[in-house]
């Protein structure tokens, strides 16, 4: 077992431009039947820029992960790290097989830099937002707040700045 799984957000950014400014990854997006949240991804080191995807905020995950199949279609450096997870249905171990190092634009204006995204061997594409994320890091990024209009506002901890972004919510979901 792992004994830390979550990332650091090691810092924040001004965005260098809006999230519709970017090309949406070529790769099959996640479509499940949760909400999800836009937001653009760009490998910390090496070549590559911001790409637009989706991503699911998951409250109930301790931890954020990307698939490899994820890591892989945006181009980003995979840092080898064995590991396993109890996973929530209690009856399953996952598995980790690395991390990268990412930077997460979650709104038009906010850069989230993130170190240690665990990453799991599925060739699936997919992004989760654990609460090592969503509940913030107590110096940099206050908790983010989901509200039932379909938004989550993400508070910086240092200026007070409050940055929102939309979530894309399926047809038929009912939110409370």
């Known amino acids: 077992m792992c004994s830390r799984l979550g990332c650091d957000v ?13 090309p949406e990854v070529a790769a099959k997006r996640y479509r499940g039947n949760q909400p999800s949240l836009e937001f653009a991804i760009a490998p910390i080191k090496g070549a590559g820029n911001f790409q637009r995807t989706t991503g699911m905020p998951d409250s109930g995950a301790s931890f954020t992960l990307i698939t490899k199949g994820c890591a892989d279609a945006h181009g980003l450096q995979i840092y080898e790290e ?66 039932m209009d379909g938004s989550i506002s993400w508070r910086l901890l240092k200026d007070q ?7 894309e919510v399926p047809l038929g979901t009912k939110l409370l």
Do not use: M
């Open 82 to 147: 064995k590991a396993q997870f109890q996973q929530a249905d209690r009856n399953n171990l996952g598995v980790i097989v690395g991390y990268v190092d990412i930077y997460l634009q979650v709104s038009d204006k906010l850069v989230i830099k993130l170190e240690g995204v665990k990453v799991t061997p599925s060739e699936d594409y997919q992004v989760l937002l654990g609460c090592d994320v969503l509940n913030g890091d107590g110096q940099w990024l206050g908790p983010a707040i989901i509200d």
């Open 161 to 167: 700045t409050v940055h929102v972004s939309k979530l």
């Open 10 to 22: 090691a810092s924040l950014h001004p965005a260098p431009k809006p999230l519709s400014a970017y």
